[in-house]
């Protein structure tokens, strides 16, 4: 029983195609996010949703689509890719806990592009 | 959120216990230290929160002095799994229980020998 979990796990392809990162979360959370990792490790958010709003749009370039269907499946359309691109891309969904311990992120999936 | 800076890379031995110092000179009066664990090829985690003094869970302690200008993360008895990166990240309670974003820096690389 994965909480989050993303599709596919691994994703090469070729500069300017245009793929799609699924995310779906079974624990009742309302809110969800993607976040990128890049090759030194940092993590940093692109877009958050809550219960299918987005409440959170970091600078992030407009190649890059969320679409929340229902509350709980955040995807990620990213269209004309480029090399910059390659990362590791982490789903996550929070709910409020009153302890801090209220995100869970998904395995990832590591985009790579050529 | 405040800026927190951490040891980029750290060594041990299994059975050893590993001090992980965090320092956030401009942490806020309403400002929480989280720690999270990230294994290789998976998202970061939840290890331990705390806010002044001690926190110690199944896994692992959390120290804060009174200054709360720093705080370590103490595991004890490593094993080989315990290699992971760890990240401190420091921010209101609201961001971690509400849904918000994680601010992660660098972390902490900490490779367990046998």
């Known amino acids: 029983d994965t909480a989050v979990s993303q599709t596919p796990k691994y994703l090469v392809t070729q500069m300017g195609n245009d793929k799609s990162i699924k995310c779906e979360q079974n624990?009742?959370?309302?809110?969800m996010y993607w976040y990128k990792q890049d090759s030194k490790k940092f993590l940093k958010i692109m877009f958050s949703?809550?219960?299918?709003?987005?409440?959170i749009n970091e600078t992030v370039p407009n190649r890059f689509s969320p679409k929340s269907p229902d509350k709980a499946h955040l995807n990620l359309h990213i269209n004309s890719l480029e090399l910059g691109d390659s990362a590791v891309y982490f789903c996550?969904?929070?709910?409020?806990?009153?302890?801090?311990?209220?995100?869970?992120f998904g395995s990832g999936t590591r985009l790579t592009v050529v | 959120l405040a800026k927190t800076t951490q040891p980029i890379s750290m060594d041990s031995y299994e059975g050893q216990e590993v001090n992980i110092t965090c320092s956030h000179n401009?942490?806020?009066?309403?400002?929480?230290i989280t720690w999270y664990q990230q294994f290789p090829s998976q998202g970061p985690r939840f290890i331990i929160q705390?806010?002044?003094t001690k926190v110690t869970n199944e896994v692992a302690s959390l120290f804060i002095p009174a200054d709360r200008k720093s705080s370590t993360l103490s595991l004890p008895r490593v094993s080989l799994s315990d290699t992971a990166v760890y990240y401190c990240?420091?921010?209101?309670?609201?961001?971690?229980?509400?849904?918000?974003?994680?601010?992660f820096g660098q972390g902490t690389e900490l490779s367990v020998k046998p």
């Open positions: 401009n942490i806020a009066t309403n400002d929480y």
């Open positions: 990240l420091v921010g209101p309670r609201v961001v971690y229980n509400q849904g918000g974003k994680l601010i």
């Open positions: 996550a969904s929070s709910q409020e806990t009153g302890q801090g311990t209220g995100y869970t």
């Open positions: 624990l009742g959370h309302d809110t």
């Open positions: 705390g806010y002044k």
């Open positions: 949703y809550n219960n299918k709003e987005l409440i």
